[in-house]
Each structure stands twice: as C-alpha cells, then as structure tokens.
C-alpha cells in the first residue's frame, strides 16, 4: 500500500465519483481505478460499493478511509515540520470564503498577501459556511473566512473584523431622506433578500420580524448583492448590505442611497476558522494579519450587538 493510493481512497469519498477523484488527483480515472483496486487486494476486502450512485464506502471502506487520512496527516506534519524548523513561509495554503464576504474581502488583501508570502501557493474558492466546515474536517481545505459564532466542535474561530449592516434605500422610497434608519423602521414585506443558504440573509431575518415577508407580486431572492441593489433602484424595494460592500458602490448615484442603521448598529462578525488540528497556523496567523491591516477602522471596532449567522 502507498500514500498515493490513500489519496485516491480519499479524492473517491470526497466526490463520490471516480472521475471527478480523478480529476482532482490529476491523473486518468482507469489510473485512479487500478490503484484502488491494487489496494483492495491487498487489504482483501472492498473499500467502495461501486453498485450505488453516488459510490459510497462498505462499512469497513469507512474505516480503512478514517485511517488513510491520519496517515496523511501525519505525513503532512512531517513535511511541514521540516519548513517550521528552517523558518520558511512555501508550499499551498486552502482558503475558502463565504459568497457573502468574498467580492469585497479578497480584493482587500490578495495582493498584499502575495507580495508578503510569495512562495505561498494560495488557492481560494468561494463556498457557504455549511460546505466549508465539512471541508474542514475533511481536510480539503486549511482555512476558512465566515460569519461567526458557529460554536462548531474542533473548529476555532479567530476574530477578524465587525461589519455593520446597512440599508440600501432608493432615492423613490419614502425614507430617500432620512439620514439612518432605525431597525423597527425596515419593513420587510418591501425586503429583497439573498437566496436561502446564504447566512447573510439568516442574519437579516434574524434582525428584522419574517412574518411580513410578501405574500403577494413579486418575491426575489437572488445569490448577489449586485443584482438586489440594482432590482431596488428599478423599484422593487429596499434591500441591507454590509459595510464593506456598500462603501464598494462605485456609481454617485447609489452612494446617496445608503442609510446607516442607528445605534445599536447590528453587526456581524467575520472570522478565520480553522481546525484544531491545523498545521499551518503560523500561515494563517499571517494571513489575519494582512487582512486586518487592509481594513478600514470602522470594521476593527467593537460593535454594541452582533448577529448570528445562524
């Protein structure tokens, strides 16, 4: 048996298909094939039941899988040993963001970082909290960046920043002039929202009362705040949107339709999370730095109420 075929094993439980392990492995599928049934001789049992779609491991596959990554791990750690005990910052770095936090975050930070770290291979992909920490114990990826507090076992949450909530009120609606907003004031049958899945929106939901959400004309959910700030100026409504997204508005005419939300302000957090486990910490702990410093000072106070993602 080889660490190459506890990869495959792994790739194969990750996706759930041969191909796509294949895929992800960077070789063809009959190559990823033969490895694992190479392996399953060996061991003299079957690791995957190949009659269900999506394959699923056998009972004992399960096991032998659990195994194949703490020898990873443990593998991992070795490698990474080597590169702490030379004091060098090289090799890859996994790093997921929420959809909600990632077009207004990365292009805060992703520069300065690669200039700080060049021999950091950075991969990031954008991915929902529920997905992410699934990813995490799975070890596909290092790193995370969501709204907090998640409370989830083995899962650190380091704190990042603290974004207000805004509201994005159009220059037709009856409150154009008012200088903020209070809480109570949001109506939420006028509310457009971000699709289901999106803690963004449980947060909105969690600060404004669901019950009057509209039950008749038209219901728009979307996946981007782009397209709820421009639906809203079209008449549709009014819509919340982070700090840093609204100060993001690059268009005059939208910068005015931006209301704060009077005191207590509520607010998110954002945080790295990570696993326990986690070798890269000094990475990460690099990364947080970088980011923190490319933030305006607005996001690094401490807010009066924060609202849970969940």
């Known amino acids: ?7 495959y094993i792994i790739a194969v439980d990750n996706h759930r298909h041969f191909a796509r392990a294949a895929a992800t492995c960077f070789v063809t599928q009959p190559t990823l094939s033969m490895q694992i049934q190479k392996l399953e001789d060996e061991l003299g049992l079957q690791i995957f039941d ?21 020898v990873l791990h443990e593998t991992a750690i070795l490698k990474h040993m080597t590169k702490q005990i030379k004091g060098t910052f090289e090799g890859e770095l996994r790093l997921a963001v929420i959809p909600t936090v990632a077009p207004s975050l990365l292009p805060r930070f992703l520069v300065e970082f690669n200039k700080a770290y060049p021999k950091i291979k950075l991969f990031v992909e954008e991915m929902k909290t529920s997905n992410m920490i699934e990813a995490l114990r799975k070890d596909r990826i290092d ?11 083995g899962i650190v949450e380091s704190h990042l920043y603290h974004e ?8 037709y609606h009856p409150m154009a002039k008012d200088k903020f907003l209070l809480a109570s004031e949001i109506n939420t049958d006028e509310l457009l929202l971000l699709n289901e899945g999106h803690c963004f929106r449980n947060s909105v939901l969690s600060l404004c009362n669901p019950i009057n959400l509209r039950s ?33 508005l690059n268009n005059d005419r939208f910068k005015g339709s931006v209301k704060p939300i009077a005191e207590p302000t509520p607010t998110r957090q954002v945080s790295l999370i990570y696993s326990r486990a986690q070798l890269k910490l000094a990475w990460i702990e690099a990364l947080g730095v970088i980011i923190k410093n490319q933030l305006p000072k607005k996001v690094l106070q401490q807010p009066e109420q924060v609202i849970s993602p969940l």
């Not at 394959?55 to 703490?70: H, S």
């Not at 790193?143 to 076992?153: D, N």
């Open 164 to 171: 207000p909530f805004v509201a994005f009120v159009p220059n």
């Open 143 to 153: 790193v995370g960046i969501a709204a907090t507090p998640l409370e989830e076992k």
């Open 216 to 248: 008749e004309g038209i219901h728009m959910e979307s996946g981007h705040f782009d397209t709820l700030i421009k639906l809203a100026d079209k008449g549709m409504g009014m819509t919340l949107l982070p700090y840093l997204t609204s100060i993001d």
């Open 50 to 70: 190949r009659s269900k779609q999506p394959i699923v491991p056998t009972p004992l596959g399960e096991k032998i899988i659990e195994q194949a990554r703490k």
């Open 1 to 7: 048996m080889t660490i190459t075929q506890f990869r």
